[in-house]
Protein backbone atom coordinates (compact mmCIF):
# COMPACT_ATOMS: atom_id res chain seq x y z
CA UNK A 1 0.00 0.00 0.00
CA UNK A 2 1.38 3.21 -0.87
CA UNK A 3 2.49 5.36 2.04
CA UNK A 4 0.73 8.53 2.10
CA UNK A 5 3.80 10.39 3.21
CA UNK A 6 5.65 9.45 -0.37
CA UNK A 7 6.81 11.58 -2.03
CA UNK A 8 10.55 13.18 -1.32
CA UNK A 9 11.18 9.98 -0.03
CA UNK A 10 10.94 6.62 -1.84
CA UNK A 11 8.61 5.25 0.69
CA UNK A 12 10.78 1.94 0.82
CA UNK A 13 10.89 1.04 4.38
CA UNK A 14 12.11 -2.48 5.33
CA UNK A 15 9.65 -5.33 6.28
CA UNK A 16 10.57 -5.24 10.20
CA UNK A 17 11.22 -1.23 10.36
CA UNK A 18 7.64 -0.71 8.41
CA UNK A 19 5.74 -3.15 11.27
CA UNK A 20 7.76 -1.93 13.71
CA UNK A 21 6.33 1.83 13.43
CA UNK A 22 3.21 0.60 12.25
CA UNK A 23 0.11 1.47 14.83
CA UNK A 24 -3.12 -0.08 12.84
CA UNK A 25 -3.07 -2.98 14.97
CA UNK A 26 -4.33 -0.89 17.62
CA UNK A 27 -5.52 2.43 16.36
CA UNK A 28 -7.89 0.57 14.56
CA UNK A 29 -10.44 1.10 17.45
CA UNK A 30 -10.87 4.68 16.37
CA UNK A 31 -12.18 4.13 12.79
CA UNK A 32 -15.62 5.64 13.91
CA UNK A 33 -13.76 8.76 15.44
CA UNK A 34 -11.18 9.20 12.39
CA UNK A 35 -14.08 9.13 9.88
CA UNK A 36 -16.09 11.71 12.15
CA UNK A 37 -13.69 14.12 12.68
CA UNK A 38 -12.87 13.70 8.66
CA UNK A 39 -16.74 14.56 8.66
CA UNK A 40 -16.40 17.50 10.23
CA UNK A 41 -13.17 18.62 8.65
CA UNK A 42 -14.40 17.82 4.93
CA UNK A 43 -17.49 20.25 5.87
CA UNK A 44 -16.39 22.84 6.67
CA UNK A 45 -13.58 22.82 4.07
CA UNK A 46 -16.84 23.20 1.51
CA UNK A 47 -18.00 25.87 3.74
CA UNK A 48 -15.19 27.61 3.45
CA UNK A 49 -14.35 27.14 0.05
CA UNK A 50 -11.67 26.01 0.56
CA UNK A 51 -12.84 23.11 -1.62
CA UNK A 52 -15.50 22.43 -3.67
CA UNK A 53 -18.50 22.88 -1.79
CA UNK A 54 -20.03 19.63 -4.40
CA UNK A 55 -16.56 17.69 -3.70
CA UNK A 56 -16.90 18.27 0.13
CA UNK A 57 -20.36 16.39 -0.38
CA UNK A 58 -18.93 13.74 -2.11
CA UNK A 59 -15.99 13.01 0.22
CA UNK A 60 -18.96 13.03 3.45
CA UNK A 61 -21.14 10.77 1.14
CA UNK A 62 -17.87 8.41 0.66
CA UNK A 63 -17.03 8.84 4.77
CA UNK A 64 -20.44 7.65 5.30
CA UNK A 65 -19.94 4.82 3.39
CA UNK A 66 -16.70 3.81 5.00
CA UNK A 67 -18.40 3.85 8.55
CA UNK A 68 -21.49 1.91 7.36
CA UNK A 69 -20.21 -0.97 5.56
CA UNK A 70 -17.34 -1.07 8.62
CA UNK A 71 -20.07 -0.96 10.98
CA UNK A 72 -21.99 -3.21 9.22
CA UNK A 73 -18.71 -6.10 8.38
CA UNK A 74 -18.93 -5.67 5.26
CA UNK A 75 -15.59 -3.96 4.96
CA UNK A 76 -12.81 -4.87 7.74
CA UNK A 77 -9.69 -2.87 8.27
CA UNK A 78 -6.59 -4.18 6.77
CA UNK A 79 -3.86 -4.31 8.91
CA UNK A 80 -1.23 -3.69 5.27
CA UNK A 81 -1.97 -0.01 6.21
CA UNK A 82 0.37 2.22 8.36
CA UNK A 83 -2.31 3.37 10.51
CA UNK A 84 -6.31 4.26 10.80
CA UNK A 85 -5.98 7.56 9.38
CA UNK A 86 -4.16 5.96 6.23
CA UNK A 87 -6.37 3.25 5.87
CA UNK A 88 -9.64 5.55 5.85
CA UNK A 89 -7.79 7.88 3.24
CA UNK A 90 -6.74 5.38 0.75
CA UNK A 91 -10.31 3.51 0.97
CA UNK A 92 -11.71 7.00 0.70
CA UNK A 93 -9.58 7.54 -2.88
CA UNK A 94 -10.41 3.93 -4.16
CA UNK A 95 -14.18 4.74 -2.99
CA UNK A 96 -14.67 8.31 -4.79
CA UNK A 97 -11.35 8.77 -7.04
CA UNK A 98 -9.22 12.30 -7.24
CA UNK A 99 -12.08 13.99 -4.76
CA UNK A 100 -10.53 12.12 -1.73
CA UNK A 101 -7.31 13.63 -1.92
CA UNK A 102 -8.92 16.83 -1.00
CA UNK A 103 -9.63 15.36 2.32
CA UNK A 104 -6.49 16.32 3.77
CA UNK A 105 -6.34 19.74 2.89
CA UNK A 106 -5.52 21.97 5.66
CA UNK A 107 -5.02 18.98 8.79
CA UNK A 108 -1.81 16.97 9.20
CA UNK A 109 -1.77 13.67 10.83
CA UNK A 110 -0.36 15.26 14.09
CA UNK A 111 -3.43 17.08 14.59
CA UNK A 112 -5.60 14.04 13.26
CA UNK A 113 -4.51 12.16 15.73
CA UNK A 114 -4.79 14.07 18.36
CA UNK A 115 -8.05 14.81 17.68
CA UNK A 116 -9.15 10.68 16.93
CA UNK A 117 -7.81 10.27 20.93
CA UNK A 118 -9.65 12.89 22.50
CA UNK A 119 -13.19 11.63 20.66
CA UNK A 120 -11.98 8.28 21.58
CA UNK A 121 -11.75 8.57 25.54
CA UNK A 122 -14.23 10.90 25.94
CA UNK A 123 -16.47 8.31 24.23
CA UNK A 124 -15.15 5.51 26.80
CA UNK A 125 -15.25 7.87 30.03
CA UNK A 126 -19.01 8.50 29.29
CA UNK A 127 -19.70 4.75 29.27
CA UNK A 128 -17.12 4.37 32.40
CA UNK A 129 -18.87 7.63 33.72
CA UNK A 130 -22.43 5.56 33.92
CA UNK A 131 -21.04 2.14 34.79
CA UNK A 132 -19.61 4.06 37.86
CA UNK A 133 -23.23 5.49 38.37
CA UNK A 134 -24.94 2.02 37.96
CA UNK A 135 -22.48 0.34 40.59
CA UNK A 136 -23.03 3.19 43.14
CA UNK A 137 -27.26 2.71 42.81
CA UNK A 138 -26.43 -0.88 43.09
CA UNK A 139 -24.52 -0.71 46.39
CA UNK A 140 -27.07 1.56 47.81
CA UNK A 141 -29.94 -0.90 46.86
CA UNK A 142 -27.55 -3.72 48.89
CA UNK A 143 -26.98 -1.55 51.50
CA UNK A 144 -31.29 -0.86 51.64
CA UNK A 145 -31.61 -4.68 51.25
CA UNK A 146 -29.22 -5.49 54.64
CA UNK A 147 -30.00 -2.16 56.24
CA UNK A 148 -29.77 -3.78 59.69
CA UNK A 149 -26.88 -5.93 59.86
CA UNK A 150 -24.24 -5.26 62.41
CA UNK A 151 -21.00 -6.32 61.46
CA UNK A 152 -17.59 -5.34 63.66
CA UNK A 153 -16.16 -2.52 61.99
CA UNK A 154 -12.21 -2.77 62.15
CA UNK A 155 -9.18 -0.76 61.77
CA UNK A 156 -5.48 -2.45 61.71
CA UNK A 157 -8.18 -5.90 60.66
CA UNK A 158 -8.74 -5.16 64.29
CA UNK A 159 -12.30 -5.43 65.50
CA UNK A 160 -12.76 -1.93 66.50
CA UNK A 161 -16.79 -1.04 66.97
CA UNK A 162 -20.13 -2.25 65.80
CA UNK A 163 -21.00 -0.57 62.42
CA UNK A 164 -24.19 -1.66 60.25
CA UNK A 165 -23.28 -3.07 57.45
CA UNK A 166 -25.15 -0.95 55.15
CA UNK A 167 -22.59 1.93 56.47
CA UNK A 168 -19.41 0.06 55.78
CA UNK A 169 -20.49 -0.96 52.32
CA UNK A 170 -21.97 2.61 51.46
CA UNK A 171 -18.52 3.73 52.12
CA UNK A 172 -17.56 2.54 48.63
CA UNK A 173 -20.42 4.28 47.23
CA UNK A 174 -18.95 7.66 48.32
CA UNK A 175 -15.66 6.86 47.14
CA UNK A 176 -17.09 6.20 43.74
CA UNK A 177 -18.69 9.99 43.67
CA UNK A 178 -15.74 11.37 43.72
CA UNK A 179 -14.37 9.38 40.85
CA UNK A 180 -17.21 9.91 39.36
CA UNK A 181 -16.38 13.54 39.45
CA UNK A 182 -12.72 12.99 38.67
CA UNK A 183 -14.09 11.88 35.29
CA UNK A 184 -16.59 15.09 34.74
CA UNK A 185 -13.77 17.49 35.73
CA UNK A 186 -11.18 15.05 33.58
CA UNK A 187 -13.97 15.85 30.27
CA UNK A 188 -13.73 19.69 31.05
CA UNK A 189 -10.24 19.30 30.36
CA UNK A 190 -10.34 16.67 27.69
CA UNK A 191 -12.87 18.32 25.73
CA UNK A 192 -10.96 21.12 23.58
CA UNK A 193 -10.66 20.63 19.81
CA UNK A 194 -7.13 20.35 18.41
CA UNK A 195 -8.04 19.91 14.45
CA UNK A 196 -6.74 22.72 12.67
CA UNK A 197 -3.35 22.78 14.77
CA UNK A 198 -2.16 21.03 11.59
CA UNK A 199 1.17 19.89 11.86
CA UNK A 200 2.22 22.52 14.21
CA UNK A 201 2.20 25.69 13.30
CA UNK A 202 -1.48 26.40 11.92
CA UNK A 203 -2.61 26.59 8.40
CA UNK A 204 -2.19 28.85 5.63
CA UNK A 205 -5.96 28.35 4.54
CA UNK A 206 -8.93 30.21 5.97
CA UNK A 207 -10.25 27.37 7.94
CA UNK A 208 -13.36 27.92 10.72
CA UNK A 209 -12.20 25.69 13.53
CA UNK A 210 -14.82 26.85 16.19
CA UNK A 211 -17.01 25.08 13.30
CA UNK A 212 -15.42 22.03 13.24
CA UNK A 213 -15.08 22.28 17.17
CA UNK A 214 -18.21 22.27 17.84
CA UNK A 215 -19.86 20.22 15.31
CA UNK A 216 -17.64 17.39 17.43
CA UNK A 217 -18.69 18.87 20.38
CA UNK A 218 -15.86 20.41 22.03
CA UNK A 219 -16.33 23.60 23.87
CA UNK A 220 -13.52 25.08 21.86
CA UNK A 221 -10.60 24.99 19.60
CA UNK A 222 -7.11 24.06 21.56
CA UNK A 223 -5.54 27.94 22.23
CA UNK A 224 -1.73 27.29 20.95
CA UNK A 225 -0.99 24.73 17.86
CA UNK A 226 2.21 23.35 19.10
CA UNK A 227 0.01 22.15 22.42
CA UNK A 228 -2.64 21.17 20.83
CA UNK A 229 -0.48 18.67 18.82
CA UNK A 230 1.46 17.85 21.72
CA UNK A 231 -0.45 17.73 24.99
CA UNK A 232 -1.13 14.23 26.30
CA UNK A 233 -2.48 15.56 29.83
CA UNK A 234 -5.76 14.42 28.78
CA UNK A 235 -4.68 11.05 28.27
CA UNK A 236 -2.85 10.72 31.81
CA UNK A 237 -5.48 12.64 33.28
CA UNK A 238 -8.24 9.79 32.38
CA UNK A 239 -5.54 6.94 33.25
CA UNK A 240 -4.97 8.53 36.69
CA UNK A 241 -8.72 8.98 37.16
CA UNK A 242 -8.79 4.71 35.98
CA UNK A 243 -5.75 4.23 38.06
CA UNK A 244 -7.77 5.49 41.32
CA UNK A 245 -11.27 4.17 40.63
CA UNK A 246 -9.43 0.89 39.91
CA UNK A 247 -8.00 1.20 43.12
CA UNK A 248 -11.32 1.42 45.17
CA UNK A 249 -12.33 -1.22 43.01
CA UNK A 250 -9.21 -3.28 44.16
CA UNK A 251 -10.43 -2.37 48.09
CA UNK A 252 -13.41 -3.87 47.98
CA UNK A 253 -12.35 -6.31 46.10
CA UNK A 254 -9.92 -7.07 48.98
CA UNK A 255 -12.99 -6.95 51.51
CA UNK A 256 -15.37 -9.12 49.59
CA UNK A 257 -12.17 -12.17 49.28
CA UNK A 258 -11.80 -11.89 53.39
CA UNK A 259 -15.67 -11.87 53.66
CA UNK A 260 -15.78 -14.84 51.41
CA UNK A 261 -13.74 -16.80 52.99
CA UNK A 262 -14.26 -19.25 55.95
CA UNK A 263 -12.83 -17.14 58.14
CA UNK A 264 -15.47 -14.41 58.27
CA UNK A 265 -18.06 -16.01 56.23
CA UNK A 266 -20.02 -12.73 56.34
CA UNK A 267 -21.27 -12.87 52.55
CA UNK A 268 -21.90 -15.42 50.59
CA UNK A 269 -21.03 -15.15 46.11
CA UNK A 270 -23.03 -16.60 43.91
CA UNK A 271 -21.62 -19.23 41.53
CA UNK A 272 -21.28 -17.05 38.94
CA UNK A 273 -18.50 -15.49 40.20
CA UNK A 274 -16.78 -17.99 42.31
CA UNK A 275 -14.27 -21.20 40.70
CA UNK A 276 -13.51 -24.37 42.02
CA UNK A 277 -10.24 -26.33 42.42
CA UNK A 278 -8.85 -28.94 40.26
CA UNK A 279 -8.30 -30.77 43.24
CA UNK A 280 -10.01 -29.67 45.83
CA UNK A 281 -13.81 -29.71 46.13
CA UNK A 282 -14.90 -27.64 48.91
CA UNK A 283 -13.50 -24.61 47.20
CA UNK A 284 -15.26 -22.13 46.42
CA UNK A 285 -12.48 -19.11 44.92
CA UNK A 286 -13.07 -16.04 44.86
CA UNK A 287 -11.61 -15.38 41.46
CA UNK A 288 -13.13 -12.40 40.28
CA UNK A 289 -12.97 -10.21 43.05
CA UNK A 290 -9.10 -11.39 42.77
CA UNK A 291 -8.79 -10.84 39.47
CA UNK A 292 -10.50 -7.09 39.83
CA UNK A 293 -7.76 -6.56 42.61
CA UNK A 294 -4.96 -7.89 40.41
CA UNK A 295 -5.75 -6.43 36.92
CA UNK A 296 -5.05 -2.93 39.00
CA UNK A 297 -1.72 -2.72 39.56
CA UNK A 298 -1.90 -3.06 35.42
CA UNK A 299 -3.53 0.05 35.56
CA UNK A 300 -1.47 1.82 37.17
CA UNK A 301 1.60 0.43 35.15
CA UNK A 302 -0.20 1.34 32.12
CA UNK A 303 -0.33 5.53 33.27
CA UNK A 304 3.45 4.95 34.28
CA UNK A 305 3.93 3.95 30.97
CA UNK A 306 2.92 7.16 29.33
CA UNK A 307 3.87 9.31 31.89
CA UNK A 308 7.85 7.96 31.37
CA UNK A 309 7.26 8.42 27.50
CA UNK A 310 6.11 11.81 27.86
CA UNK A 311 8.49 13.29 30.57
CA UNK A 312 11.70 13.95 28.06
CA UNK A 313 10.00 14.71 24.93
CA UNK A 314 10.71 17.93 23.39
CA UNK A 315 8.25 20.38 21.34
CA UNK A 316 6.10 19.44 19.28
CA UNK A 317 4.84 15.63 17.93
CA UNK A 318 7.15 13.22 18.39
CA UNK A 319 7.07 9.28 17.32
CA UNK A 320 7.16 8.71 20.70
CA UNK A 321 4.07 9.87 21.44
CA UNK A 322 1.94 7.07 19.59
CA UNK A 323 3.06 4.94 22.54
CA UNK A 324 0.21 6.50 24.03
CA UNK A 325 -2.55 4.57 22.71
CA UNK A 326 -2.28 1.19 24.08
CA UNK A 327 -1.85 2.31 27.26
CA UNK A 328 -4.52 4.51 27.31
CA UNK A 329 -6.89 2.19 25.69
CA UNK A 330 -5.85 -0.58 27.93
CA UNK A 331 -6.75 1.78 30.90
CA UNK A 332 -9.62 2.29 30.52
CA UNK A 333 -10.93 -0.90 28.72
CA UNK A 334 -9.61 -2.68 32.23
CA UNK A 335 -11.64 0.07 34.04
CA UNK A 336 -14.77 -1.03 31.83
CA UNK A 337 -14.58 -4.07 32.42
CA UNK A 338 -13.92 -4.23 35.98
CA UNK A 339 -17.25 -2.32 36.59
CA UNK A 340 -19.45 -4.61 34.71
CA UNK A 341 -18.12 -7.51 36.75
CA UNK A 342 -18.14 -5.69 40.38
CA UNK A 343 -21.42 -4.25 39.73
CA UNK A 344 -23.11 -7.77 38.77
CA UNK A 345 -21.18 -9.47 41.56
CA UNK A 346 -22.13 -7.22 44.19
CA UNK A 347 -25.33 -7.32 43.30
CA UNK A 348 -26.09 -11.33 43.31
CA UNK A 349 -24.16 -11.63 46.83
CA UNK A 350 -25.91 -12.83 49.67
CA UNK A 351 -24.79 -11.16 53.31
CA UNK A 352 -24.61 -13.46 55.69
CA UNK A 353 -26.06 -11.53 58.83
CA UNK A 354 -26.16 -13.57 61.69
CA UNK A 355 -22.55 -14.52 61.11
CA UNK A 356 -21.87 -10.92 61.05
CA UNK A 357 -23.55 -10.45 64.26
CA UNK A 358 -21.98 -13.24 65.80
CA UNK A 359 -18.61 -11.84 64.45
CA UNK A 360 -19.53 -8.18 66.42
CA UNK A 361 -20.43 -9.55 70.00
CA UNK A 362 -16.99 -10.71 70.03
CA UNK A 363 -13.81 -8.83 70.44
CA UNK A 364 -14.90 -6.34 72.95
CA UNK A 365 -15.91 -3.51 70.51
CA UNK A 366 -18.25 -1.96 73.22
CA UNK A 367 -15.25 -0.76 75.36
CA UNK A 368 -15.73 3.02 73.42
CA UNK A 369 -19.40 2.86 74.80
CA UNK A 370 -18.25 1.47 77.73
CA UNK A 371 -15.61 4.34 78.43
CA UNK A 372 -18.03 6.68 76.97
CA UNK A 373 -20.37 6.18 79.68
CA UNK A 374 -18.21 6.62 82.65
CA UNK A 375 -17.45 9.94 80.70
CA UNK A 376 -20.70 11.32 80.94
CA UNK A 377 -20.57 10.63 84.43
CA UNK A 378 -18.12 12.69 85.20
CA UNK A 379 -15.25 10.90 84.99
CA UNK A 380 -12.41 12.23 82.95
CA UNK A 381 -12.14 10.23 79.64
CA UNK A 382 -8.52 9.22 80.03
CA UNK A 383 -9.29 7.64 83.20
CA UNK A 384 -12.34 5.96 81.86
CA UNK A 385 -10.56 4.56 79.14
CA UNK A 386 -8.04 3.17 81.55
CA UNK A 387 -10.64 1.84 83.98
CA UNK A 388 -12.29 0.03 80.77
CA UNK A 389 -8.78 -1.67 78.96
CA UNK A 390 -8.39 -3.09 83.03
CA UNK A 391 -12.27 -4.31 82.59
CA UNK A 392 -11.36 -5.91 78.99
CA UNK A 393 -8.03 -7.43 80.98
CA UNK A 394 -9.66 -8.65 83.15
CA UNK A 395 -12.43 -10.58 80.85
CA UNK A 396 -9.86 -11.58 78.70
CA UNK A 397 -8.44 -13.68 81.67
CA UNK A 398 -11.64 -15.15 82.21
CA UNK A 399 -13.04 -15.97 78.72
CA UNK A 400 -16.43 -13.37 79.24
CA UNK A 401 -17.41 -10.36 77.41
CA UNK A 402 -18.21 -7.30 78.37
CA UNK A 403 -21.85 -7.70 78.92
CA UNK A 404 -20.79 -11.28 81.06
CA UNK A 405 -19.33 -8.83 83.84
CA UNK A 406 -21.69 -8.86 86.60
CA UNK A 407 -22.46 -5.54 87.92
CA UNK A 408 -20.93 -6.40 91.64
CA UNK A 409 -17.50 -6.50 89.15
CA UNK A 410 -18.08 -3.74 87.40
CA UNK A 411 -18.49 -1.82 90.56
CA UNK A 412 -15.15 -2.58 91.55
CA UNK A 413 -13.69 -0.71 88.64
CA UNK A 414 -15.85 2.32 89.82
CA UNK A 415 -18.88 2.66 91.77
CA UNK A 416 -20.61 4.62 88.77
CA UNK A 417 -21.32 1.93 87.09
CA UNK A 418 -25.45 0.70 87.42
CA UNK A 419 -27.47 -1.58 86.03
CA UNK A 420 -27.98 0.74 82.62
CA UNK A 421 -24.57 0.05 81.74
CA UNK A 422 -25.91 -3.24 79.82
CA UNK A 423 -27.82 -1.65 77.49
CA UNK A 424 -25.45 1.24 77.19
CA UNK A 425 -23.12 -1.14 75.86
CA UNK A 426 -25.62 -3.31 74.05
CA UNK A 427 -24.94 -3.76 70.23
CA UNK A 428 -27.99 -1.77 69.11
CA UNK A 429 -27.44 1.16 71.27
CA UNK A 430 -23.78 1.15 70.53
CA UNK A 431 -24.94 2.22 67.09
CA UNK A 432 -27.90 4.44 67.67
CA UNK A 433 -25.69 6.26 69.91
CA UNK A 434 -23.77 7.19 67.15
CA UNK A 435 -26.06 10.82 66.31
CA UNK A 436 -22.99 12.30 64.42
CA UNK A 437 -23.89 13.28 60.95
CA UNK A 438 -22.24 10.70 58.47
CA UNK A 439 -22.34 7.76 61.06
CA UNK A 440 -23.48 4.40 61.41
CA UNK A 441 -26.85 4.94 63.04
CA UNK A 442 -30.13 3.95 60.97
CA UNK A 443 -31.15 7.12 60.28
CA UNK A 444 -28.03 8.24 59.09
CA UNK A 445 -27.70 5.47 56.93
CA UNK A 446 -30.74 5.93 55.57
CA UNK A 447 -29.78 9.41 54.50
CA UNK A 448 -26.73 8.31 53.02
CA UNK A 449 -28.81 5.81 50.99
CA UNK A 450 -31.32 8.41 50.12
CA UNK A 451 -28.35 10.85 48.95
CA UNK A 452 -26.93 8.31 46.55
CA UNK A 453 -29.98 7.27 45.02
CA UNK A 454 -30.67 10.98 44.35
CA UNK A 455 -27.24 11.60 43.14
CA UNK A 456 -27.16 8.89 40.83
CA UNK A 457 -30.88 10.01 39.37
CA UNK A 458 -29.53 13.68 38.97
CA UNK A 459 -26.01 12.52 36.91
CA UNK A 460 -28.20 10.36 34.86
CA UNK A 461 -30.81 12.75 34.27
CA UNK A 462 -27.72 15.13 32.82
CA UNK A 463 -28.68 17.74 36.02
CA UNK A 464 -24.92 17.20 37.36
Known sequence: MEKIWQGHLSGKVSRAAESFNASIFFDKKMYREDITGS????????????????????????????????????????????????????????????????????????????????????????????????????????????????????????????????????????????????????????????????????????????????????????????????????????????????????????????????????????DGFTTGSSIMPQKRNPDIAELIRGKTGRVYGDMVSLLVTMKGLPLAYDKDMQEDKEPLFDSLDTVEASLIVMEEMVREMTVLGKNMEKAAEKGFINATDCADYLTKKGVPFRTAYRLTGELVSWCEENDKVLSEVPLEKYKEYSPLFEDDIYSEISLSTCIEKRISEGSTSKESVEKQISYIMNLVEEKNNGQH
Request: proline share 3%.
Open 39 to 270: IAHARMLGKCSIIPQEKAENIIEGLKSILKDTEEGKLAISEEAEDIHSFVEAELIKRIGEDGKMLHTARSRNDQVALDTRLYTRKKLDGIHTLTLSLMKTIAHKAEEYEDAVMPGYTHLQRAQPVLFSHHLLSYAFMLERDAGRIEDTKKRLNICPLGSAALSGTTYPIDRKATAEELGFSGPSKNSIDGVSDRDFALEAMSAMSILAMHLSRLSEEIVLWSSWEYRFIRLS
